[in-house]
C-alpha cells in the first residue's frame, strides 16, 4: 500500500480497549451509589448508553447533553433516585482511568510509527481521552496529533470534523487513511470527507445495506500490519 503519510485512529475498541475501561468505570460507579453492580444493571446502562451515542452519531444530541442524559434515564429506568450529573462526574473520572490497550496495539504503532505519521481521531469526552492518551505508550508515538470532537465543535462522522483534522495536520486528503471500529462514525465520516478507510473488524460484524463501505476491511492487526506494508 503506497501513497499514504497520515494514519487517522480511531481510540475506543481500535487501540484501547474501551470495554475493560467501561467495565471498570461503570461497575466502580454502581458500587460507590450503592447499587448492585451485576450484569443485569450493566446491561441496562449499556443499553442506554449506547442508544445515545447512536443518536449522536446521528447529530440528534450533543455530547455535553448525552453523557448526562445516559445516567438520568438509568436511574429512572431503576427507579432510584440520585443527581446524573454527580453520577456523569464520577463515571468519566474512572473511566480516564482506563487506559489498557488491544492486545497488540502497541507494538502495531510503533511498527507504523516507522513509515507514517499517526494521529488519533475521537468522539470521546476530552479530558478522558486526554488522560488515557497521556498515561499509555502511545503517547510519543502519537505527539500530540489529538483530535478531539468535542474540542473541534464537530464530531465524527461530519466531514467538517475530518477537514479540520486534514487542516490542522496540513495533509491532503490523498495523503490520509482513516482506521476505525465504527461504520458510523470512522467510516461513514471517511466516506463524507472523501477518505480512503479501514475498517477493524474483529467481531466480524456484517455491513449493514445502506451504510458506507470501507476501502477495506481487516479482521485483526496482524492483517492491518500486512495491509500497510509493516
Known amino acids: 500500500m503506497t501513497g499514504y503519510r497520515w494514519l487517522l485512529f480511531d481510540a475506543d475498541n481500535t487501540l484501547f480497549d474501551f470495554d475493560a475501561a467501561e467495565e471498570f468505570a461503570i461497575t466502580r460507579t454502581l458500587l ?7 450484569e443485569e444493571s450493566k446491561g441496562r446502562y449499556r443499553a442506554v448508553n449506547a442508544a445515545l451515542w447512536a ?3 446521528r447529530g440528534e444530541i450533543d455530547q455535553e447533553k448525552l453523557v448526562v442524559e445516559r445516567f438520568a434515564r438509568f436511574l429512572e429506568g431503576e427507579g432510584r433516585q440520585g443527581d446524573p450529573a454527580e453520577w456523569n462526574r464520577a ?7 482506563g487506559s489498557v490497550l488491544l492486545p497488540g496495539a502497541e507494538a502495531l504503532c510503533r511498527a ?3 513509515r507514517y505519521d499517526l494521529a488519533l481521531v475521537t468522539n470521546g469526552v476530552p479530558y478522558v481521552q486526554r488522560r488515557r492518551l497521556e498515561a499509555s505508550p502511545l503517547a510519543p508515538l502519537f505527539g500530540g496529533r489529538v483530535y ?15 477537514e479540520k483534522v486534514l487542516d490542522g495536520l496540513g495533509a491532503e486528503p490523498r495523503e490520509a487513511l482513516v482506521i476505525g471500529d465504527s461504520l458510523s462514525s470512522d467510516i461513514q465520516g471517511a466516506a463524507n470527507a472523501g477518505l480512503d478507510s479501514i475498517w477493524y473488524n474483529p467481531r466480524g460484524k456484517r455491513n449493514i445495506p ?3 463501505r470501507p476501502t477495506y476491511e481487516v479482521p485483526g ?6 495491509l500497510l506494508g509493516v
Open 221 to 226: 492487526f496482524d492483517r492491518l500490519a500486512e
Open 91 to 97: 463515571y468519566l473520572d474512572r473511566l480516564a482511568e
Open 55 to 57: 443518536s449522536f452519531d
Open 210 to 212: 445502506g451504510t458506507a
Open 32 to 38: 460507590h451509589y450503592g447499587l448492585p453492580a451485576d
Open 148 to 162: 478531539i470532537s468535542g474540542e473541534l465543535g464537530c464530531r465524527k462522522p461530519e466531514r467538517i470534523y475530518f
Open 112 to 114: 507504523l510509527a516507522e
